[in-house]
Protein backbone atom coordinates (compact mmCIF):
# COMPACT_ATOMS: atom_id res chain seq x y z
CA UNK A 1 0.00 0.00 0.00
CA UNK A 2 1.36 3.24 -1.02
CA UNK A 3 2.24 5.96 1.72
CA UNK A 4 -0.69 8.06 -0.03
CA UNK A 5 -3.05 6.06 0.15
CA UNK A 6 -2.82 4.94 3.56
CA UNK A 7 -2.66 8.87 4.30
CA UNK A 8 -6.32 9.01 3.00
CA UNK A 9 -7.27 5.94 4.86
CA UNK A 10 -6.20 7.62 8.15
CA UNK A 11 -7.74 10.81 6.84
CA UNK A 12 -11.26 9.50 6.65
CA UNK A 13 -10.51 7.74 9.58
CA UNK A 14 -10.19 10.80 11.58
CA UNK A 15 -13.27 12.56 9.29
CA UNK A 16 -15.77 10.04 10.96
CA UNK A 17 -13.80 10.63 14.36
CA UNK A 18 -14.24 14.15 14.33
CA UNK A 19 -17.96 13.66 13.25
CA UNK A 20 -18.27 11.19 16.71
CA UNK A 21 -17.28 14.61 18.51
CA UNK A 22 -20.29 16.00 17.47
CA UNK A 23 -23.33 15.37 20.15
CA UNK A 24 -25.64 12.82 18.78
CA UNK A 25 -29.34 13.49 19.24
CA UNK A 26 -30.58 10.54 21.74
CA UNK A 27 -34.09 9.71 21.23
CA UNK A 28 -36.41 8.50 24.30
CA UNK A 29 -37.73 5.10 22.30
CA UNK A 30 -34.75 3.55 20.87
CA UNK A 31 -31.37 3.44 22.56
CA UNK A 32 -29.59 4.57 18.77
CA UNK A 33 -28.94 8.13 18.61
CA UNK A 34 -28.84 10.24 15.42
CA UNK A 35 -25.49 11.19 14.24
CA UNK A 36 -23.52 12.96 11.73
CA UNK A 37 -21.43 9.61 11.05
CA UNK A 38 -23.69 8.45 7.67
CA UNK A 39 -22.14 11.72 5.96
CA UNK A 40 -18.73 10.28 6.97
CA UNK A 41 -18.90 6.83 5.56
CA UNK A 42 -20.76 7.95 2.35
CA UNK A 43 -18.01 10.29 2.13
CA UNK A 44 -15.38 7.68 1.97
CA UNK A 45 -17.13 5.31 -0.16
CA UNK A 46 -17.54 8.53 -2.51
CA UNK A 47 -14.02 9.64 -2.94
CA UNK A 48 -12.07 6.72 -1.95
CA UNK A 49 -13.70 4.20 -3.53
CA UNK A 50 -14.16 0.97 -2.67
CA UNK A 51 -11.34 -0.69 -1.00
CA UNK A 52 -9.35 2.13 0.57
CA UNK A 53 -12.84 3.64 1.57
CA UNK A 54 -14.02 0.32 3.64
CA UNK A 55 -10.12 0.70 4.64
CA UNK A 56 -10.82 3.65 6.21
CA UNK A 57 -13.90 2.75 7.90
CA UNK A 58 -12.31 -0.49 9.49
CA UNK A 59 -9.46 1.25 10.66
CA UNK A 60 -12.11 3.92 12.35
CA UNK A 61 -13.76 0.59 13.64
CA UNK A 62 -10.09 -0.48 14.93
CA UNK A 63 -9.75 2.46 17.21
CA UNK A 64 -13.10 2.38 18.39
CA UNK A 65 -12.44 -1.18 19.50
CA UNK A 66 -9.86 0.09 21.38
CA UNK A 67 -11.12 2.07 23.42
CA UNK A 68 -10.79 5.69 21.71
CA UNK A 69 -14.38 7.59 22.41
CA UNK A 70 -14.58 8.56 18.93
CA UNK A 71 -18.04 7.50 18.25
CA UNK A 72 -20.58 9.52 18.81
CA UNK A 73 -21.51 10.73 22.30
CA UNK A 74 -17.93 9.74 23.56
CA UNK A 75 -18.24 6.11 23.30
CA UNK A 76 -15.35 3.64 22.44
CA UNK A 77 -14.07 0.25 23.79
CA UNK A 78 -15.43 -3.36 22.48
CA UNK A 79 -19.10 -3.02 24.25
CA UNK A 80 -20.20 -0.56 21.69
CA UNK A 81 -20.03 -3.32 18.89
CA UNK A 82 -22.46 -6.13 21.17
CA UNK A 83 -25.39 -3.03 21.46
CA UNK A 84 -28.22 -2.30 19.58
CA UNK A 85 -26.43 0.14 17.13
CA UNK A 86 -23.34 -2.69 16.60
CA UNK A 87 -25.01 -3.51 13.31
CA UNK A 88 -24.64 -0.64 11.95
CA UNK A 89 -21.52 -0.35 12.72
CA UNK A 90 -20.57 -3.10 11.22
CA UNK A 91 -21.97 -2.22 8.13
CA UNK A 92 -19.90 0.74 7.69
CA UNK A 93 -17.28 -0.72 6.07
CA UNK A 94 -19.57 -2.91 3.97
CA UNK A 95 -21.87 0.29 3.03
CA UNK A 96 -18.94 1.86 1.89
CA UNK A 97 -17.22 -0.65 -0.32
CA UNK A 98 -20.66 -0.78 -1.99
CA UNK A 99 -21.07 2.78 -2.50
CA UNK A 100 -17.19 2.76 -3.90
CA UNK A 101 -17.66 -0.33 -6.00
CA UNK A 102 -21.34 0.77 -7.83
CA UNK A 103 -19.17 4.30 -8.50
CA UNK A 104 -16.45 3.20 -9.80
CA UNK A 105 -19.20 1.55 -12.66
CA UNK A 106 -20.05 4.64 -13.97
CA UNK A 107 -17.50 6.71 -16.69
CA UNK A 108 -18.89 9.76 -15.68
CA UNK A 109 -21.02 10.83 -12.38
CA UNK A 110 -23.51 13.36 -12.20
CA UNK A 111 -24.82 14.24 -9.00
CA UNK A 112 -28.01 12.50 -9.27
CA UNK A 113 -25.96 9.11 -9.93
CA UNK A 114 -24.42 10.06 -6.60
CA UNK A 115 -27.72 10.60 -4.63
CA UNK A 116 -29.57 7.70 -5.70
CA UNK A 117 -26.61 5.55 -4.89
CA UNK A 118 -26.23 7.04 -1.44
CA UNK A 119 -29.98 7.06 -0.77
CA UNK A 120 -30.92 3.17 -2.30
CA UNK A 121 -26.64 1.80 -1.50
CA UNK A 122 -25.87 3.90 1.28
CA UNK A 123 -28.98 4.60 3.35
CA UNK A 124 -30.68 1.05 2.73
CA UNK A 125 -28.07 -0.69 3.30
CA UNK A 126 -27.12 0.49 6.25
CA UNK A 127 -31.03 0.24 7.68
CA UNK A 128 -30.66 -3.76 6.28
CA UNK A 129 -27.78 -4.57 8.06
CA UNK A 130 -28.39 -2.79 11.28
CA UNK A 131 -32.17 -3.11 11.98
CA UNK A 132 -32.13 -7.21 12.23
CA UNK A 133 -28.73 -6.84 15.09
CA UNK A 134 -31.17 -4.18 16.83
CA UNK A 135 -34.20 -6.04 16.92
CA UNK A 136 -31.95 -8.99 17.70
CA UNK A 137 -30.44 -7.24 20.65
CA UNK A 138 -33.29 -5.14 21.94
CA UNK A 139 -35.76 -8.45 21.81
CA UNK A 140 -38.13 -6.69 19.41
CA UNK A 141 -39.67 -7.66 16.46
CA UNK A 142 -38.38 -7.20 13.31
CA UNK A 143 -41.89 -5.16 11.94
CA UNK A 144 -41.29 -3.42 15.41
CA UNK A 145 -37.70 -2.21 15.17
CA UNK A 146 -38.23 -1.44 11.69
CA UNK A 147 -41.36 1.20 12.40
CA UNK A 148 -38.96 2.57 14.99
CA UNK A 149 -36.21 3.00 12.75
CA UNK A 150 -38.52 5.15 10.34
CA UNK A 151 -37.99 8.52 12.46
CA UNK A 152 -34.12 8.40 10.98
CA UNK A 153 -35.27 8.29 7.55
CA UNK A 154 -35.76 12.09 6.89
CA UNK A 155 -32.42 13.04 8.48
CA UNK A 156 -30.61 10.40 6.66
CA UNK A 157 -32.00 11.45 3.33
CA UNK A 158 -30.57 15.15 4.34
CA UNK A 159 -27.38 13.72 5.27
CA UNK A 160 -27.44 11.48 1.98
CA UNK A 161 -28.26 14.91 -0.51
CA UNK A 162 -25.02 16.55 2.11
CA UNK A 163 -23.06 14.04 1.16
CA UNK A 164 -23.97 13.45 -2.40
CA UNK A 165 -23.23 17.26 -2.85
CA UNK A 166 -19.70 17.36 -1.02
CA UNK A 167 -18.65 13.96 -3.05
CA UNK A 168 -20.03 15.71 -6.34
CA UNK A 169 -17.92 18.84 -5.74
CA UNK A 170 -14.85 16.87 -4.35
CA UNK A 171 -14.30 14.48 -7.06
CA UNK A 172 -13.73 17.41 -9.37
CA UNK A 173 -10.44 18.69 -7.71
CA UNK A 174 -7.25 16.79 -8.84
CA UNK A 175 -6.32 16.02 -5.51
CA UNK A 176 -9.16 13.51 -4.86
CA UNK A 177 -9.81 12.33 -8.30
CA UNK A 178 -6.37 11.43 -9.48
CA UNK A 179 -6.11 9.19 -6.08
CA UNK A 180 -9.09 7.75 -6.12
CA UNK A 181 -8.32 7.36 -10.29
CA UNK A 182 -5.07 5.71 -9.07
CA UNK A 183 -6.12 3.67 -6.75
CA UNK A 184 -9.34 2.20 -8.54
CA UNK A 185 -7.35 1.27 -11.41
CA UNK A 186 -4.53 -0.27 -9.46
CA UNK A 187 -6.22 -2.17 -6.47
CA UNK A 188 -10.01 -2.01 -6.93
CA UNK A 189 -10.05 -5.88 -7.50
CA UNK A 190 -8.09 -6.64 -4.98
CA UNK A 191 -10.22 -5.93 -1.82
Request: aromatic share 14%.
Amino acid sequence: MKTKEMMYIALFAAVMGALGLIPPIMLTFTPVPITLQTIGFLLAGGILGARLGAYSQILYLLLVAVGMPILSGGRGGLSVFVGPSAGYLFGYPIVTFFIGYIFSLFRSLRFRHILIVNLTVGVFLIYLLGIPVQAFIMHLSLLKTIKISLVYIPGDIVKAIFASFLVYKLRKYPFFNRSISNSKNAHESSF
